[in-house]
């Protein structure tokens, strides 16, 4: 038996929920975009100097004794940080681990197949961030811009599944072919 429509996101699973996520969001038919990598450095595009402008409004590093201090932008509605603690950003796709902090508890229901984006949530997030990208592009003369319609995401399990994808993400520039 075929499954009637393909699932893109971990069945069942409360992507709003406090967590860790891995994401990959690529451009539309894997064009060049964001910039060029040569002897494993990039050089951002004028797009790509803008979407790593709009990645450290939500960057927060973890080494600090309070991440969040100098980070106002991170709060949604005063009930969900998101922030972003690793990223890269490559000549066709963004890679960026999203951590999901709930401050009210709240009831999760499960819900399947199309439904309407659930407030504080990684899709929710995503949406508004590719949306904003797309919006800034349009109103600056770079209306051939575009993203895949979907991204890849990752629910990252444990702090070993952490570090690797960190370190995966922050050699991605020096490992481009």
Known sequence: MYKKNKQYRLYNYDYSQNGYYFITIVT???????GKIANQEITLTVIGEYVKSN??????????????????????ANTTITSITEWSVL????????????????????????????????????????????????????????????FHDRVIRNEVEYENIALYIRNNVLNWR
Do not use: M
């Open 55 to 76: 990645i450290l409004k939500f960057y927060v590093d973890e080494d600090l004794d309070n991440p969040y201090q100098n980070n106002p932008s991170y709060i949604n």
């Open 91 to 150: 000549p066709d796709h963004i890679h960026l681990i999203v951590e999901i902090i709930n401050l009210e508890n709240k009831a999760y229901s499960s819900i399947t197949g199309l439904s309407p984006l659930v407030k504080g949530s990684v899709s929710s997030f995503i949406n508004h961030f590719k949306g904003h990208v797309k919006k800034w592009c349009n109103e600056n003369n770079f209306p051939a811009f575009n993203w895949q319609s979907r």
């Open 28 to 34: 539309k038919d894997r064009e060049h975009f964001f």
